[in-house]
Nanobody, 120 residues
């Protein structure tokens, strides 16, 4: 089982960026994103269920970030709009069988992370 995240980069404040995470080896009912800024703990960003009918977001990204998934490609997406310098972090994808474990950051499955840097 492997989760591979892509799409990070250096952008300016106000720009948009889309992250992707490809899962291989199995499918997951819930997938999500976390991030970790320098000197800070890893924090929850967003999560989504299999059908996309249930999504969860951290308050800090609501209205700016949109999580989605393409099950045919076993891919998780995170569309990030109106980026702010505070969004600078390494973004990790995660996946598991239920929202509880995924949102709490207690899933067994994690990608390697992709760096997003937002300049002011």
């Amino acid at each position: 089982v492997q989760l591979q995240a892509y799409g990070g980069g250096l952008v300016q404040a106000g720009d948009s960026l889309r992250l992707s995470c490809v899962a291989s080896g199995r499918t997951f009912y819930v997938m999500g994103w976390f991030r970790q800024a320098p000197g800070r703990e890893r924090e929850f960003v967003a999560a989504i269920n299999w059908s996309g009918s249930d999504t969860r977001y951290a308050d800090s990204v609501k209205g700016r970030f949109t999580i989605s998934r393409d099950n045919a490609k076993n891919t998780l997406l995170l569309q990030m709009n109106r980026l702010e310098p505070e969004d600078t972090a390494v973004y990790y994808c995660t996946a598991g069988p239920a929202f509880g474990a995924v949102v709490a950051g207690k899933s067994d499955y994690w990608g390697q992370g992709t760096l997003v840097t937002v300049s002011s």
